[in-house]
């Protein structure tokens, strides 16, 4: 079983709709997970229907039981976050600003405050309109650990996998290269890089590849809208045959992909034209290089 992550340097390249065109070329031969978790879309292309859901829960939150707290304060002078709110006395917890350190609880000399478990999302296990099965979360609003989130979106894909004998697990994740980026890219076999031929877009993957590099991973990069700017594009194209990425397609701006998002549908399923044919070939060219 083979695991292809797709990844961008920024956000806006088109990482999720030609994700989800391979998630449709694959078919029933792969498991898709939905690992950009803090703004999960891959479902308006796709159209799962949950089988299985979840709550996630990671981190702990602060809770101050007000019938025992004697007002003392001690809390608040420790908490180096400023999640200790104090209104008419009233000592309280910023859900927002605590980081669950357990500090306060610790100095509290009437253990009036405990930690929970905290609740910062949900996941699903789905199947999607080609048959196939996608494991997909949403992080919770305000909520942090998205790496965590991340690694069980994947897990859970990666179980599917190998349970179902599928020959991949399509990985759509995070822009960027912050936790949920390290956390798609663990146990990856190939990477895709998605980027466009302008200044933060050349900027932004030579980021991430940095990021590809130390994991020692091959990787490939399909630059989209690679007709908008020639001279960045060939910068891009430089640095590809630099680092000895393979340079998998360059994909024209094309209306079609807005025009088949607007209809839930993916350019593969939308237009028989060259962009098709393109994404098609590079789906080829993936898998032949892993």
Request: glycine share 8%; with cysteine; aromatic share 6%.
């Amino acid at each position: 079983m083979k695991e292809i992550v797709v990844i961008s340097g920024k956000g806006g390249t088109g990482k999720t709709s030609i994700t989800a065109s391979f998630a449709v070329l694959g078919g029933q031969d792969v498991v898709v997970a939905d690992c950009d978790v803090d703004a999960a879309d891959m479902h308006l292309l796709l159209q799962p229907e949950p089988i299985k859901t979840e709550d996630f829960y990671s981190g702990e939150l602060a809770v101050i039981n007000q019938d025992i707290c004697t007002q003392c304060g001690k809390c608040f002078d420790v908490c180096r976050f400023d999640a200790i709110t104090v209104t008419d006395s009233i000592h309280d917890v910023d859900e927002l600003s605590c980081e669950g350190c357990g500090y306060c609880a610790r100095v509290c000399p009437v253990e009036a405050i405990t930690n929970i478990p905290l609740n910062v999302g949900k996941w699903h296990i789905s199947k999607i309109k080609t048959g196939s099965t996608m494991v997909h979360a949403k992080l919770g609003i305000g909520a942090d650990n998205s790496g965590k989130l991340v690694a069980k979106v994947k897990n859970e894909a990666k179980l599917i996998a190998e349970k179902e004998g599928k020959d991949y697990v399509i990985v759509d994740g995070s822009p960027g290269v912050g936790c949920p980026v390290v956390s798609s890219l663990t146990g990856a076999s190939f990477v895709v890089l998605v980027t466009e031929p302008s200044i933060s877009g050349l900027h932004d993957l030579k980021r991430v590849y940095e990021l590809v590099a130390k994991f020692k991973l091959k990787a490939g990069c399909i630059i989209n809208k690679a007709d908008i700017n020639t001279k960045v594009n060939l910068q891009i194209k430089e640095f590809l045959e630099e680092e000895g990425i393979v340079h998998i397609a360059d994909l024209p701006y094309d209306e079609n992909f807005t025009k088949a998002m607007t209809k839930g549908q993916t350019i593969v399923e939308y237009s028989d034209g060259y962009l098709k044919r393109t994404i098609i070939e590079s789906w080829k060219i993936i898998l032949q290089t892993i």
